[in-house]
């Protein structure tokens, strides 16, 4: 029985066979029910049956031919697997396989990597806490400490040339000079808006890790901030779950009178977030041909609802007839909110096929870019008249500065979109505009770390 | 023959497993021993077995292992468990059981044909 299918050789006068059932398996392997394995026991049989039928005096296209019509119909073979396996028509992310893929390092190696890195960003960030006593050094230094380590991974991961590293080492140490050595007044506004800005210069040093050096090419960039989106999405998820093993370990530790508290600030948070942070980072990159991404879901979710809170908003700006409290509170408001407006329409321009045609969609992105500038606008004409009675602050240049940046970046996003839905303009075109602007963001914040203290006296 | 779906989907177990009972093979070679016992008779689609034996291999009542086959590729085979033998038994009595009462009611029903009709059992029926 089972001798005769020794005829069947690899190579040799059945190459064509050879070619068909290839072409069979990568058909098979389409059903997402039927796994790798499955299909090796399936080609096994097939190459059995041939073997007989060519043994019965068929060629071979005719063997194979009646071989797979035998096989059945596979979409209802597919439905069986499925009915036995229903986990497999869920994508399982399996962060460190059994079997190694040939060619890449072991997972398990990667997994080493990423948990040291975690935990010497924790120790970083622990050392920080007890060598800066005051509050504001530490907000200014824990982020600081933690970039290194997550730009380590992708050094790591993507083998970065060490020119590269070593071109980068020369801004971040500035950026710890210019944070560390400026004679900053404790409790003023300049020392909490460097603190606030750095982080966002770090992150683009990170970024230029993360594209292996080729900061300047356009695709690279958008890689680098789906990879935020999703890392933020993750590190929300990762934070969620921390958050409710702390609250159950403190509830059970409390009924035998031991507050966590004390070891939470010192010891539990240190760790927790650059580790969070760190983690998030490589789960984001090993789901990244796996899972789809969530952000851009969440932007089809949110836009929609975004542009009534913003429709609505507007009617009842104009409609109070002037705004009662114009303060920087109002200025940093409308910055988040244009912001959250430029992520809604980053993620999904992100996302979208660049020759798909326009649709409803993008002209409801329309809606919300031009609602959410006609917000900006009615807040923004108040603002100055007010910032011309009562003159300039650190906090409100930096508001204002960061609000014309929003508007600028929306403003023609809004007007390639228009273009786009008109057929004037390729989709491309808005993708290439979000990607070039993003960087201008990090100059900015640069501007704001190193001029501000300076020009404002450091209060 | 064409057999109906679900007299396929009943039998296809306790088959494979008295197969198994043979000794160890692997998917093919069952079906062509399938092939052969019916004398060509039953033919199953064959891409069928595989979810079957998967569900076997679930409830415990075969064990699989990779293996080699002789051209050098990789090939799963089955053997029986001792839950799968206890399964078998259980399931011979109640195919046994069933082969029985057929038996007997078509023997019946073929002397009822050849004998002539009788209406009081109709009646007591009613």
Redesign the interface.
């Known amino acids: 029985m089972a001798g005769q299918e020794e005829r069947v050789e690899p190579a040799g006068g059945h190459g064509r066979l050879e070619t068909q059932i290839d072409q069979w398996r990568s058909y098979v392997q389409r059903h997402r029910a039927i796994s790798p394995a499955d299909v090796d026991e399936m080609e096994d049989h097939l190459r059995g049956r041939v073997a007989d039928l060519t043994a019965t005096g068929l060629d071979d296209d005719e063997a194979f031919l009646v071989a797979v019509r035998r096989m059945g119909n596979l979409d209802a073979v597919s439905r069986e697997f499925a009915r036995e396996h229903s986990e497999r028509l869920w994508k399982q992310l399996v962060l460190v396989p059994d079997e190694p893929s040939e060619g890449s390092a072991p997972a398990w190696r990667e997994l080493a990597v990423v948990l040291a890195l975690a935990v010497g960003a924790g120790i970083a960030v622990k050392v920080a806490l007890a060598a800066f006593d005051t509050d504001s050094v530490l907000l200014r230094n824990v982020p600081l400490m933690t970039a290194p380590f997550l730009a380590g991974y992708f050094v790591w991961k993507r083998r970065v040339s060490w020119r590269v590293v070593a071109a980068l080492l020369v801004p971040y140490a500035l950026l710890a000079v210019v944070l560390n050595v400026y004679p900053y007044v404790e409790n003023g506004s300049t020392v909490v808006l460097a603190a606030v800005h750095a982080p966002v210069v770090l992150w683009a040093l990170v970024g230029v890790v993360y594209v292996g050096g080729r900061w300047r090419a356009q695709d690279p960039r958008m890689d680098f901030a789906r990879f935020t989106g999703e890392l933020v999405v993750y590190v929300t998820l990762l934070a969620i779950g921390g958050g409710v093993l702390l609250g159950l370990t403190a509830a059970t530790l409390s009924l035998v009178g031991v507050d966590i508290e004390p070891a939470m600030e010192s010891w539990i948070m240190p760790f927790a977030v650059p580790g969070a942070v760190v983690v998030g980072a490589w789960l984001v990159e090993a789901k990244q041909d796996v899972v789809e991404n969530i952000a851009p879901v969440l932007t089809r979710v949110f836009t929609p609802l975004t542009t009534v809170m913003l429709l609505v908003t507007l009617v009842v700006l104009l409609g109070a007839g002037g705004l009662a409290d114009v303060e920087r509170e109002l200025l940093i408001l409308m910055d988040a909110i244009l912001l959250l407006v430029l992520c809604l329409l980053l993620y999904s321009v992100s996302a979208r096929d660049s020759l798909a045609r326009p649709g409803w969609f993008d002209g409801l992105q329309l809606v919300l870019v031009a609602a959410a500038l006609a917000v900006d606008a009615v807040a923004l004409t108040a603002m100055l008249t007010r910032i011309a009675e009562f003159g300039f602050s650190p906090n409100k240049v930096a508001a204002l500065g960061l609000n014309l940046l929003l508007l600028v970046h929306l403003a023609r996003s809004g007007l390639l979109l228009l273009g786009f839905l008109r057929e004037r303009r390729p989709f491309g075109a808005l993708v290439r505009w979000q990607t070039r602007f993003l960087p201008v963001y990090a100059v900015w914040a640069a501007f704001v770390v190193v001029a501000f203290g300076p020009v404002f006296g450091f209060a | 023959m064409r057999f109906d779906k679900d007299l396929v989907a009943a039998s296809a177990t306790p088959l494979v497993l008295g197969i198994l009972a043979e000794g160890e093979s692997?998917?093919?070679?069952i079906?062509?021993r399938v092939t052969e016992l019916s004398g060509g008779r039953m033919?199953w689609?064959?891409?069928?077995l595989?979810?079957?034996l998967?569900?076997l291999e679930?409830l415990g009542l075969v064990v699989a292992t990779w293996g080699t086959?002789?051209?050098g590729?990789?090939?799963?085979h089955y053997a029986l468990t001792a839950a799968g033998r206890d399964a078998l038994a259980e399931r011979q009595e109640q195919w046994s059981v069933v082969a029985d009462v057929l038996q007997q009611v078509w023997r019946s029903a073929q002397q009822a044909a050849q004998a002539p009709a009788r209406p009081a059992v109709a009646e007591g029926w009613a």
Do not use: C, F, I, V
């Open positions: 692997y998917g093919y070679a079906l062509k033919q689609t064959d891409g069928m595989y979810p079957l998967h569900r679930r086959s002789e051209a590729r990789r090939r799963k």
